[in-house]
């Protein structure tokens, strides 16, 4: 017995469908299994072909209405009969592993060129960093040099306010000597 399966939604290529089917084809003993992504009037579809003993044929079917992988998303699965050659099981699964490793070889390939990428952007990154780490310790230089210099005013100023509050003192202390003077001279007066 043959039949065709076409399982229809907006997402039922490049989930991994024709893997978990081969997988179930497989398990089952199909004789023959071949499955394909195609669109269809703006449809994705994984149209299917298998060939088996009915009994066994009934459990594919039964498999494929209920599982799906995780993120497809499926409107439709139909089953019709088919009249044609369907090829062996085994031979699909030597032809399918051959079209996913040169996916997956196309897929390394595309990483490595973006790794590429990131390693030269990281080398102009590490540079800027170089650069700021520079700047830095001229900044640190220049800071050190503020620091030296803010001492050296500081203790100027120290040095200035202190020989100038002793010259306020001195005076003002002589003032206060004349004052008492003077009051000691009026109380002389007065009495």
Known sequence: ???????????????GYRYLLLNEADN???????????????????????EGDEEII???????QINRPETA???????????????SVSKFAFRFQSIQGSKGINSILK????????????DRMLE??????EKQDE??????????????IRDEIRQSA???LEEKYEKLSREVAEIKASISEIKAKVS
Do not use: W
């Not at 009934?58 to 494929?64: G, S, Y």
């Not at 998303?73 to 090829?87: D, P, S, W």
């Not at 800027?128 to 780490?133: G, H, N, R, S, V």
């Not at 900044?139 to 050296?152: H, M, P, R």
């Open 1 to 15: 017995m043959k039949i065709r399966a076409k399982i229809i939604g907006p997402k039922v290529h490049n989930v």
């Open 28 to 50: 089952l003993g199909l004789k023959g299994f071949s499955a394909r992504n195609v669109m269809e009037n703006g449809n994705q579809i994984v149209s299917i072909l298998i």
């Open 58 to 64: 009934a459990k594919f079917r039964e498999f494929a």
């Open 73 to 87: 998303e499926v409107a439709e699965v139909y089953f019709e009969n088919f009249e044609g050659r369907v090829e």
């Open 111 to 122: 990483i490595e060129g973006v790794q590429y990428s990131m390693l030269k952007i990281q």
């Open 128 to 133: 800027k960093q170089d650069q700021m780490i």
């Open 139 to 152: 900044s640190v230089e220049l800071l050190k040099g503020v620091k030296d210099d803010t001492s050296a």
């Open 162 to 164: 202190s020989s100038t």
